[in-house]
Nanobody, 115 residues
């Protein structure tokens, strides 16, 4: 069983920045697919950004140019740097890793963008 622990969420004003972290109990570089999802109240969970083991990155159109997904080998964490945040970015954010043993989710971290 792989444990994922997220952190970094909070309340931020529009235009502000946050960095989300997802610490894994197994090497993140063993995952063949890593992603961040989000779910706003009353909406379905949606893919925000993803990175494959080979390093191929994809973003949802609404976050391109503002969010950056990366992997930190020193801390074995997956990061999501979020800049120029908008109220519509408000959601619970989840990290998601796919290993050969299965798919794993973090517990979620709340991001609220509001003045």
């Amino acid at each position: 069983q792989v444990q994922l622990v997220e952190s970094g969420g909070g309340l931020v004003q529009p235009g502000g920045s946050l960095r989300l972290s997802c610490a894994a109990s197994l090497s993140i570089f063993s995952a063949y697919y890593t992603a961040w999802y989000r779910q706003a109240p009353g909406k379905q969970r949606e893919l925000v950004a993803s990175i494959t083991r080979a390093g191929t990155i994809n973003y949802q159109d609404s976050v391109k140019g503002r969010f950056t997904i990366s992997r930190d080998s020193a801390w074995n964490t997956v990061l999501l740097q979020m800049n120029s945040l908008k109220p519509e970015d408000t959601a619970v954010y989840y990290c998601n890793l796919h290993y050969t043993t299965g798919e794993y989710w973090g517990q979620g971290t709340q991001v609220t963008v509001s003045s």
